[in-house]
């Protein structure tokens, strides 16, 4: 059984960084491109941020490109969000999501976490 | 940055009817549009990729269709359980985008 436990969320003040983490298991997990998508309050889905299956190549949203990285480490299943200068409109509930495919950025996304809740306010 | 719009916004039908919701991207993207059903509380779900396949496991009352600009996801039959807001997202270019979602519940 796939799944995707997200950890690392919290409340962190403007200004300041945050990684939060994705562990994966069921599935091989160097063998898929992972994203990560959030859902502020009371808002749609935004997709945020995908990585290739070897970490070859990666892709953000224009709202957090330069102060986002992704990565991942294939020898520990595990997929990252480092975020540095979170703003108040970072605040979301962020779910890691498995692609479909490992080639490819464009996120076809058919597993999904429960999500963790990253609050950034003063 | 492809634009996706969604109508309507939110609909209220009975249990049994045809439901339609359609997604409209900005530009030409082909096929490449997903949908997802998202229920409060829970992991988004996986409906329907390339526009018209349907995912494993899915029911087959939902179906999509569409190329180009315009896309259509329709539920045959609407069930209590389909309740939930549905999501457009096209994969054609980066940044990957999300439509604003249909609220779908029952009468």
């Known amino acids: 059984e796939v799944q995707l436990v997200e950890s690392g969320g919290g409340l962190v003040q403007p200004g300041r960084s945050l990684r939060l983490s994705c562990a994966a298991s069921?599935?091989?997990?160097?063998?898929?491109?992972m994203h990560w998508v959030r859902q502020a309050p009371g808002k749609g889905l935004e997709w945020v941020s995908g990585?290739?299956?070897?970490?070859?190549?990666?892709g953000y949203a224009d709202s957090v490109k330069g102060r986002f990285t992704i990565s991942r480490d294939n020898t520990k299943n595990t997929l990252y969000l480092q975020m540095h200068s979170l703003r108040g409109d970072d605040t979301a509930l962020y779910y890691c999501?498995?692609?479909?495919?490992?080639?490819?950025?464009?996120?076809?996304?058919?597993?999904w976490g429960q999500g963790t809740l990253v609050t950034v306010s003063s | 940055d492809i634009q996706m719009t969604q109508s309507p916004s939110s609909l209220s039908a009975s249990v049994g009817d045809r439901v339609t919701i359609t997604c409209q991207a900005s530009?030409?993207?082909?096929?490449?549009v997903n949908w997802y059903q998202h229920k409060p509380g829970k992991a988004p779900k996986f409906l329907i990729y390339?526009?018209?396949k349907l995912e494993t496991g899915v029911p087959s009352r939902f179906s999509g269709s569409g190329s180009g600009t315009d896309f259509t996801l329709t539920i045959s039959s609407l069930q209590p359980e389909d309740v939930a807001t549905y999501y457009c997202?096209?994969?054609?270019?980066?940044?990957?985008?999300f439509g604003p979602g249909t609220s779908v519940d029952i009468k």
């Open positions: 530009q030409v993207i082909s096929k490449y």
């Open positions: 990585i290739r299956s070897n970490s070859g190549n990666t």
């Open positions: 069921g599935f091989t997990f160097g063998d898929y491109a």
């Open positions: 999501a498995k692609d479909m495919g490992s080639t490819s950025l464009a996120p076809s996304l058919d597993f």
């Open positions: 997202q096209q994969y054609d270019d980066l940044p990957f985008t």
């Open positions: 390339d526009a018209s």
